[in-house]
């Protein structure tokens, strides 16, 4: 159990967080998670604090249609959070504006 | 032979319906060009006859003079063409099955094989076109790879291709066949249980087949799928949230490419170690040996009910 939970634990989490505050792998998260019923939720953890999370969420709102909000993390800094699965739609739009390459995005999920 | 294809099928089938319902963006550039290549596997007996047809136009001219050799030829009937098309499309879909998101040279693999399958076929339409006699077939494969030994033409690519193929089969029996069996993946039997719960009936057999710790892969489901859930007394695991199980398999599909398949040679055959907070992937065929990302839970919104929460903690 207790060597199971630590596998969860980026064992270099510390270290990138000494270079680089918010990028834990250089990568962006992005996952899904399932709420009650058939609602879900996407999350974004990972984009670089350079950029202002809370303009970008505001235009994703508008652009996808969907509320959305900034959560500050402890551990993951400022992760987006957006309802209903907008993960194809975070993908393209994080390309499109340029915040991010396709190879640095990692989908989670089903 | 039948048997194998008839396991793949549905597999190839369910992958190519996936493509198309979830969104992966690895998982889609990478298939994509599999996915293409599976769609020809699949269909292609129905889809070529346009390609057979240009394609039967090009090899009459080049081979006027090797109609002889055609006519020995003809005689193979569609069945046997189809066996040993076979032959190679459950070669393709071992491999597809293992290693979905294959890099360049693999899709390379890929390719030159659906191009000798097309081959065969031209030939198979060649010989329906001048219509058959009855003759013994046993031949085909040998006159295939030499056909232009007896002309002073060139030889074509794929030809070469062919001959080269054939060589490796015969002097490695064992290399084609050994993998095939390994290669099976049993789908994941997954149940709806009520409307909260999924229960994935199947999942220590798997764990079992793919030779992991459960822990191991209760562990990835469970932070790529963002929920929780546990082994019950029957063995299964109870997943909180509706899941299909096509959803299971694409997240089981891409458990296998990262922590079960070589990412050198992409032999099954490997062994998951633990070395100092890290997981390594050691391959039993080739020898390589890589870490292998740790499974992370990042970041988990809240979706409990925050009244829930606070009555627990306060
Ligand atoms: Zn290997």
Redesign the pocket.
Known sequence: MSIQNLNTFDPFADASKGADDDVQDGLVHIRIQQRNGRKTLTTVQGLSSEYDLKKIVRACKKEFACNGTVIEHPEYGEVLQLQGDQRENICQWLTKAGLAKPDQLKVHGF | MAEDEAMFDPTLKKKKKKKKTTFDIEAALAEGSISEVGNGDVEGKDDDPKQKDEEADEVDLDLDFTKKKKKKKKPFSTEELDAALNDINTENANETVNMEDGDDNFDMDMLDFSKMKKKKKKKDLDDIMAEGDEKEDKENVEVNTNEWSGSDRDYTYDELLNRAFEIMRDKNPDMAAGKKQKFVMRPPQVVRIGTKKTSFANFTEICRMLHRQPKHLLDFLLAELGTSGSVDGNSQLIIKGRFQQKQIENVLRRYIKEYVT?H????PD?ILQKDTRLFFLQ?E????RCSVASIKLGFQAVTAKRAAIRAKTA
Request: glycine letters at 10%; charged letters at 10%.
């Open positions: 070589c050198t040679c992409r032999s490997t391959c065929t080739c020898g390589s």
